[in-house]
């Protein structure tokens, strides 16, 4: 995973990535279990592309209604201006990236 954003299942448990599912119609949030993620879709599986098919097989564990909103977090970005330039491209690559498959699914 060297030069680009993490993108499959492996690369979000590497670094600790959160996947965040927010109910649409109760407004309820909850932490995927990513060791869950891998053992229902695979290590190699890929969190962007796939966005469709996995709010397609996800539902809200408050009410059950289908189809949540995934987002992506990471705990360890770091706030402030003390950022790389080689960071910040790879920081809006993969900000470009979450707002295609949130388009597309
Ligand atoms: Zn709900």
Redesign the pocket.
Known sequence: MKDRYPRTVADFVETARLVIIE?E??R?KASLDLSLLELTFGADFDMYASMREMRNRLA?P??G?PRPIISFYDPHERAGTDVSFDESVTRSLEFSAYNRARAAS
């Open positions: 109910c119609d109760c309820r809200c408050g009410c209604s």
